[in-house]
């Protein structure tokens, strides 16, 4: 089977952390060491950057109804495509910090 990723279409929920299910695919492609940060004040969450064996993200893309669906808030976000990044929301903002990319210097 070999290693690979998961993707829009991997997204599970629990209430209880018991019971899971299944959510609706997502319309961001598959890919790994993204963040997911929230809720916000709305209840919103965001999923952002990562990779896959071939492409580092900085999109950012928002749920507001559970994962039902997601909406891109960016195609491409001001800091650069980055997976393994860090974050908290702190007083209604979200932050982010580090990771890695494929760009080393």
Known sequence: HGVG???GDDIWRSKDGANWTKAPQ???????????????????????????????????WKTCDGAETWSQVLKEAPWGARAGLAGTMHNGRMVIAGGCHDKVK
């Open 26 to 60: 997502a319309e961001w492609g598959r890919r790994s060491y993204h963040i997911l940060l929230g809720p916000d004040a709305s209840g919103c969450l965001f999923l952002m950057g990562g990779q896959t064996f071939s492409e580092f993200y900085n999109d950012v």
């Open 5 to 7: 990723f998961s993707g």
